[in-house]
């Protein structure tokens, strides 16, 4: 057997040689990875019957703990629901409660009644029949013994026993069911989550349907002592998150049509059990689009848990997502399991789309996709395990459609020279973006200094449709200027162009690149076209790490680039592919000197350095000691 991790001395590793010699825990609870404290939260939930909260990132198992919450509550409370007719008032049909697997029983014995009644009526309407075709033919008055005949049987159909027997519906079955109901309201409509009764358009002259047997149950009903699942809570209608509130604190609610101009608006039964466990979910926004006291409902008689999108890695972590491995092939029932190698390059990835060092990611939902399509690779293979080739391929096939778009930009661009990959070009940058999650793309971004039209002082002009945070940005690109180059810009307007950001930029980090472009047109100084650029800037000049270093790296590797520029904070983040390391060299750096010394090219570049340093030499490093408040 072999062990992927031995230098662990606190945590047991697995051994194994495949993942099928892993054991899948039978709890779902049990199969959740990386989320200890959402799954402690949501335990102790279950044992008092708390509401919960879950917000977090899409994919990082907040469907699969709100099932597992519903194995850990007690199943033996199930009841069955049925809906009677009302005699007094049709329109308001009856409720009846019982154990789990009696509301079969008691249908079945209504439908017997009734059955024995029509049978008894049928037998009556024959012998009737029969003695008026007797009649008739022994007084060979054959038309009027058959037209006779007719007129009776047609009464007959038509007239119905003061004690008619009216079988009950079976609204809510929960025979056989062993573990609490788990049903999911996502994306529900109000009749469907809260229970709606039938339209019927044959409601007159005796033909029409029952109001108890148009009555259906809501998933509000089917839920009752089990857990209520919703994700994306905040894009529900208020009205409807009104009434799924009420339907929380009575534990109770009557079922009505949900159409205005519906028959079923006339009719409303008694109110229905609903005593189900809320688990909603989401990310941050959805709070906004939250109904503000069924928020406070959760939060006052349950928990709110904020879920990780990453956790350390460590050995530990690592053998956790060997686990995660088996229970994907498990789940699937149809791909070979993982060898040794390809569950590392799993790990590997999990590594990468973490976006920090030292973090293996969460969003499980993600990288489950990519065992599938390794799988779904060594079958049609016709192998017997998956291994690091499968991976490797299944990188290829599975890519996000964001790495699709991306990878079509890089061959666009190139195609039509929006970017070069070599030689110098003043105030032009190659810039350094992310599209999606983590798919890097070349962002292109010039700078031209003109002559200023306001007798004032100068503009900066930036365009690419930006963000509030990169428009922030570009601004503080005048204060860094200023102060390392000692440039006087007030009598220059700066226009900035970000190229062909169609899908728009956002954040700070192409600060780095701003900062180069203007510089270098103001200096008329070169920038080195196969270097390209990421990083945001301090108003002092510092260069702070940003996000998706390593999908930025990968771009500039795809599209020629010679040189990448980096923050040295940034260095242990850098997890890129072996097909691209012999392709890029990565410089880190921590200052805006640093930048402009790897960026640009030319006679002037010296000249501007030096300038640069003695600036930097005179102007005072200067801070508050000891400050006091008052």
């Known amino acids: 057997m072999t062990n992927l991790n031995s230098n662990s001395n606190s945590f047991k590793l697995r051994t194994y040689e495949t993942s099928g010699d892993i054991k899948v825990p039978e709890k779902i609870i049990d199969q959740i990875i990386g989320q200890e404290e959402a799954v402690e939260t949501v335990k102790k939930a279950a044992k008092q019957r708390r509401n919960v909260l879950l917000i977090g990132e899409p994919g990082i198992g907040k469907s699969m703990l709100a099932k597992g919450m519903a194995e850990l509550l007690p199943g033996e409370e199930l009841q069955d629901i049925l809906v009677y007719p009302n005699v007094e008032d049709n329109h308001n049909p009856l409720i009846g409660v019982m154990p789990a697997g009696e509301g079969k029983k008691v249908v079945a014995n209504y439908k017997a009644k009734a059955k024995s009644q029509e049978e008894k009526k049928n037998l009556f309407t024959m012998i009737i029949i029969s003695f008026i075709l007797v009649i008739g033919f022994v007084m060979q008055r054959y038309l009027e013994a058959i037209i006779a005949a007719g007129i009776v049987l047609l009464v007959l159909m038509q007239m119905k026993p003061k004690t008619s027997i009216m079988v009950p519906k079976l609204l809510v079955n929960n025979e056989n069911h062993i573990v609490a109901p788990f049903v999911d309201a996502t994306g529900a409509h109000a009749g469907a989550l809260l229970g709606d009764v039938r339209h019927d358009p044959y409601q007159s002259g005796g033909l029409g349907t029952p109001a108890h047997e148009r009555v259906e149950a809501g998933m509000i009903h089917k839920a009752s002592k089990g857990v209520l699942y919703v994700d994306e809570m905040g894009t529900m209608k208020m009205k409807t998150q009104q009434e799924l509130l009420t339907a929380m604190q009575e534990k109770k609610y009557s079922i009505t049509g949900q159409s205005e101009t519906s028959s079923g608006a006339m009719v409303r039964s008694q109110e229905v059990p609903c005593d189900f466990v809320l688990v909603a979910s989401g990310n941050l926004q959805v709070l906004e689009g939250m109904h503000i006291a069924l928020r406070s409902r959760i939060r006052g008689y349950g928990y709110e848990v904020f879920m990780k999108d990453s956790m350390p890695d460590n050995p530990e972590n690592r053998d956790k997502l060997v686990q995660f491995v088996a229970q994907e092939v498990e789940k699937d029932g149809r791909i070979p399991h993982f060898n040794i190698g390809a569950v590392k ?12 060092k030292d973090s ?7 990288l489950g996709g990519l065992i599938r399509a390794a799988g779904d690779i060594a079958k049609g293979e016709g192998a017997e395990q998956v291994t690091v080739a499968h991976v490797l391929s299944a990188k290829k096939l599975a890519r996000t459609l964001e790495q699709q778009i991306a990878d079509r930009y890089i061959g666009q661009r190139k195609k039509y020279k929006v970017f070069k990959s070599e030689g110098g070009k003043v105030g032009t940058v190659n810039g350094l973006a992310v599209i999606g999650d983590r798919s890097g793309i070349i962002l292109p971004i010039v700078a031209e200094a003109a002559p200023a039209q306001s007798k004032e002082e100068g503009r900066i002009i930036a365009t690419g449709k930006l963000g509030e945070i990169a428009k922030e940005a570009v601004q503080n690109v005048s204060a860094l200027i200023k102060k390392h180059t000692g440039t006087d810009i007030s009598s220059y307007d700066i226009h900035i162009q970000f190229l062909q950001s169609y899908e728009g930029v956002e954040g700070d980090s192409a600060s780095v690149s701003v900062a180069t472009a203007v510089v270098s047109s103001l200096e008329n100084i070169p920038v080195d076209q196969s270097v390209a650029l990421t990083g945001s800037l ?51 750096v921590d200052t805006l000197n640093d930048v402009l010394e790897h960026a640009l090219i030319g006679t002037g570049k010296k000249g501007l350095l030096d300038k640069m340093r003695k600036i930097s030499d005179i102007v005072p490093d200067i801070g508050l000691k000891n400050p006091t408040t008052h």
Do not use: C, F, H, W
């Open 345 to 356: 390059e799993i790990i590997r990835e999990a590594q990468r789309r973490a976006g920090k």
């Open 360 to 366: 293996l990611t969460l969003r499980l939902r993600d």
């Open 538 to 588: 301090s108003v002092r000049g510092d260069v702070l790490p940003v996000g998706g270093v390593t999908g930025k790296i990968e771009a500039a590797a795809e599209s020629g680039i010679k040189k990448v520029l980096i923050p040295s904070s940034n260095m242990n983040d850098v997890l890129i592919e072996e097909r691209y390391k012999n392709k890029i060299e990565i410089i880190p």
